[in-house]
Nanobody, 121 residues
């Protein structure tokens, strides 16, 4: 199994933008999660084969998840970043249909190591 690898994290000021990438992306169920220091891991967005997308309320209208099929990447475009978005962002994936909601950790079998995002005010 090829491991998931994230990239694109960094430090930006509030209001700025970043785009995260995750490779490889040939899974039927993929998502981005994040974990801030001292907090539980939380789902950010998911992309399912067929194009269905899901977003956490906290990022709707600011983040966009997309599958770059030509480059085999799962992208997370993050705009209007806020200090509260500071976290380690991880890519998650699975090939099988499971009886979990998109935003539940057990829904995904494969996980990347994460890429850090820091947003300063």
């Amino acid at each position: 199994q090829v491991p998931l690898v994230e990239s694109g994290g960094g430090s930006v000021q509030a209001g700025g933008s970043l785009t995260l990438s995750c490779v490889p992306s040939g899974y039927g169920y993929m998502a981005w999660f994040r974990q801030a220091p001292g907090k539980e891991r939380e789902a950010v967005a998911a992309f399912y084969a067929g194009g269905t997308t899901y977003y956490a309320d906290s990022v709707k209208g600011r983040f966009r998840i997309a599958h770059d099929t030509a480059r085999g990447k799962l992208l997370l475009q993050m705009n209007s970043l806020e200090p509260e978005d500071t976290a380690i962002y991880s890519c998650a994936a699975d090939r099988l249909r499971r009886h979990y909601n998109w935003d539940q950790v057990p829904r995904y079998t494969y996980w990347g190591q994460g890429t850090p995002v820091t947003v300063s005010s």
